[in-house]
């Protein structure tokens, strides 16, 4: 597992004087992906015994580290708990994922809104990695009283 905690390609910006939180270059993302039932088999936290033998998507394996190699940042952000770290990397690990970290104890249940001062992009999973594309979609946002 790399590191991206002050990671040298991270931008400074400031404004008005005041220095805010940094970014990353133009071109690249900060992926954060699930991993039960996106990068293996949907398995249960109730269930961790059988997290060590998950059966794993190869497309997923082959695109994230096609996008690490990339230069993309990888964060693996999952419902797991604390309690399933050790096993979790174990995996990951096991079957040649490169990544830069994890993020435990993602709210459980789907239906997610994610909320942020930054640009937020979403790809739902349906069963294969393929090639980004654009796509228009309708989205929610908050109402800042110019409407187009």
Not at 57 to 69: E, F, G, M, Q
Request: hydrophobic share 30%; with cysteine; proline share 4%.
């Amino acid at each position: 597992m790399a590191s991206v905690e002050g990671d040298k390609s991270l931008q400074q910006i400031t404004q008005d004087g005041e220095r805010l939180s940094p970014v990353l270059p133009e071109g690249i993302k900060n992926y954060l992906i699930d991993i039960d039932g996106t990068i293996c088999d949907d398995i249960p936290n109730e269930e961790p015994e059988r997290m060590v033998t998950a059966e794993l998507y190869p497309d997923a394996l082959t695109t994230l580290n096609r996008w690490y190699d990339e230069g993309h940042v990888i964060f693996f952000f999952t419902s797991r708990t604390e309690a399933h770290r050790e096993i979790t990397e174990e995996w990951l690990n096991r079957h040649g994922f490169k990544y830069h970290g994890m993020v435990m104890g993602k709210p459980r249940g789907g239906n997610y809104h994610w909320i942020d001062n930054h640009l937020v992009k979403a790809t739902r999973y349906r069963g294969k990695f393929t090639n980004l594309i654009d796509k228009e979609v309708t989205i929610q946002v908050f109402d800042d009283g110019k409407h187009e």
